[in-house]
């Protein structure tokens, strides 16, 4: 099954040749510019990975990446930045991100994060889904 | 060295930090794409050794990619060569349009992550003033901070230069009319501190959503 990626960032031609890389790769990429857009795509649909600037206009990283695991907790969030300090990596996974990366970022490694991401968010998934059966059984009393 | 000058060296050296900081984020930015190119290319020469075609198109495509990116890292470099010699003169005769639209260049992507960029209204004759030139984009940069954290909902921010009696003006607009109310610490001591260093009077005006900058 194909992994299927968001990718987030206002460099447009970043996002175009990553994404394309990432298809050569046989991964289901879809891009957005701004944090705003890519929570109304979440809002819809379902990707194993977003993988997202740090510094982006209008709404910050850790900010995007707050509202994107209040809404979809199962999804996991790579943030890519500039500069990985110490500091901002303890405050990305503090906020729920699953990785931390610097630009600009080996897309090997970064396809092997994804791969990670992909069976992270199905034991999430898997896990829901069983709490929610067990929920059901408790409602019958059994 | 008295507690003054201790204070302003440090304000100095937390200026170019931040500016650095924000240049070498866009730097980064530009070796990311750069390294996404060749990846490409790396990707391309792959499929060529598996017998796929080259498309000449898709390679020219690419080249002008890069060329694009070394003219926006050579802009960047540029601009960041120009901020580093801001401090080599005590005093020199400034053109503050010319260092309102620099401070904006700079300060792009700082702006950016702020909002919408300011709409910059300086006269066709250039306006200039005797002052430090680092110290000035240094509270031309403040100001402007100010202003965009406090703007007025739905409107732009706008910096005026122009000549007023035998004086030079900066204003700052757009500003919500309570902004002083919001920002009780305005202005900050170290604002207080730049402002005095180059003889420059702060004040704001609330009716009018303004801060202004008024140089001798």
Redesign the interface.
Known sequence: MKERVLLVDDEVEFLEIMAERMRARDMEVTTSTSASEALSLIASESYDAVIMDFMMPEMDGIQALKAIKDKRPEMQIILLTGHATVEKGVEAMKAGAMDFVEKPADLDALAKKIKKAHHQKAVIVQKQSQDKVIEMLRKFGM | MTDDSRALAIEGVRFFGEMS?SI??EI??V???????A??LQ?MVMMVEKGMPLSPERLSGLAQ?II??VNRGDRIVKGMNRFAHSADYPTETVDIGEVIHFISLLAA?LI??K?EAPQIDVPATPVTAVSNRFFLEDLVWTCLCRAMDTRAPDQQVGIVAEKVENAVRIRFCGLAGDFLAREPGFPSPRETMVAGLLGIRLTSDREKGEICLTLP
């Open positions: 900081a070498s984020h980064k930015n070796l990311a794409i750069i390294n996404e190119n990846g490409l990707d990619s694009r990116q992507r950016a992550m909002g």
